[in-house]
């Protein structure tokens, strides 16, 4: 089988997401802002579910003064910036020497002067160094990964740096997630063919050693109508968010408080 994935002349925007009827106007808006604030943000999600198409969305809040390098794969994003600047991994020759890796991307990304670090998708121990870079002065860096819900994201990004070489105790990995992670957008293919962003959910901190998180929005199953279509509607939990200082930092505090709750 061959899989083609043809992009847009049209670069899809969350407002056109919106539109589609993949979040509401308050998700919207608030990713809007987290993404203009420099929030540090996963997004999480099965196969085909939109994981791309949501960080190319996100990428247009990105300042156009702004320094952005990401890292793939295989070449799907496709930033608007002027200082963007592209780097894809290479598989070893026929002999299995040459092969340049995620994780030898990222350690080689922080040595040029990034503002943001984007990843198409974390599969390793690659995640700690992208971690340390969201500590460590690079805010509103960006990734996604394959999981079926937030809690099960902070879960599959703990594993995948305990079953690397970084000899770090669970409880100080952990840590290092709920210090660096902001939000995780959680989005989902339903069973009719629709997708729909199903969740946004903060990363407070730690609690003992527990990673505690917080729902801003979540997408409620109602019905399913006669012709098959999934109907839900997105709700707010109306929590103040734990981010809102980022969100003040850049003049969004009321805007984003208004759309959260």
Same mark, same amino acid.
């Given at each position: 089988?061959?899989?083609?994935?043809?992009?847009?002349?049209?670069?899809?925007?969350?407002?056109?997401?919106?539109?589609?009827?993949?979040?509401?106007?308050?998700?919207?808006?608030?990713?809007?802002?987290?993404?203009?604030?420099?929030? !540090? @943000?996963? @997004?999480?999600?099965?196969?085909?579910?939109?994981?791309?198409?949501?960080?190319?969305?996100?990428?247009?809040?990105?300042?156009?003064?702004?320094?952005?390098?990401?890292?793939?794969?295989?070449?799907? =994003?496709? =930033?608007?910036?002027?200082?963007?600047?592209?780097?894809?991994?290479?598989?070893?020759?026929?002999?299995?020497?040459?092969?340049?890796?995620?994780?030898?991307?990222?350690?080689?990304? =922080?040595?040029?002067?990034?503002?943001?670090?984007?990843?198409?998708?974390?599969?390793?121990?690659?995640?700690?160094?992208?971690?340390?870079?969201? !500590?460590?002065?690079?805010?509103?860096?960006?990734?996604?990964?394959?999981?079926?819900?937030?809690?099960? +994201?902070?879960?599959?990004?703990?594993?995948?740096?305990?079953?690397?070489?970084?000899?770090?105790?669970?409880?100080?990995?952990?840590?290092?997630?709920?210090?660096?992670?902001?939000?995780?957008?959680?989005?989902?293919?339903?069973?009719?063919?629709?997708?729909?962003?199903? !969740?946004?959910?903060?990363? @407070?901190?730690?609690?003992?050693?527990?990673?505690?998180?917080?729902?801003?929005?979540?997408?409620?199953? =109602?019905?399913?109508?006669?012709?098959?279509? @999934?109907?839900g509607e997105f709700r707010s939990?109306?929590?103040?968010?734990?981010?809102?200082?980022?969100?003040?930092?850049?003049?969004?505090?009321?805007?984003?408080?208004?759309? +959260?709750?």
């Amino acid at each position: 089988a061959i899989s083609i994935r043809k992009f847009s002349e049209k670069p899809i925007t969350l407002d056109m997401l919106k539109e589609f009827g993949s979040m509401s106007e308050k998700m919207c808006t608030a990713l809007k802002i987290a993404g203009a604030s420099r929030m !540090n @943000i996963v @997004i999480s999600g099965g196969t085909g579910s939109g994981k791309t198409t949501m960080l190319n969305a996100l990428s247009k809040m990105i300042d156009p003064g702004e320094r952005v390098l990401t890292i793939e794969d295989a070449a799907e =994003l496709r =930033l608007q910036q002027p200082h963007w600047l592209p780097l894809e991994t290479r598989p070893p020759n026929l002999e299995g020497q040459g092969a340049i890796t995620i994780g030898d991307l990222v350690k080689n990304a =922080l040595r040029m002067r990034p503002d943001r670090i984007i990843l198409g998708e974390i599969r390793g121990a690659e995640c700690f160094d992208l971690l340390a870079a969201m !500590n460590t002065g690079h805010d509103g860096s960006m990734c996604t990964l394959h999981a079926n819900s937030p809690r099960e +994201c902070l879960g599959r990004m703990e594993n995948m740096i305990l079953m690397g070489d970084i000899k770090i105790p669970k409880e100080a990995i952990s840590r290092q997630i709920a210090e660096s992670v902001d939000l995780i957008v959680q989005v989902k293919r339903l069973r009719d063919g629709s997708r729909r962003t199903t !969740n946004i959910t903060e990363v @407070i901190g730690m609690e003992g050693d527990v990673i505690v998180t917080q729902e801003l929005f979540k997408f409620e199953y =109602l019905d399913e109508s006669d012709d098959g279509k @999934i109907l839900g509607e997105f709700r707010s939990s109306g929590l103040r968010p734990y981010t809102l200082e980022k969100a003040r930092q850049y003049g969004f505090d009321q805007a984003y408080l208004e759309a +959260c709750l």
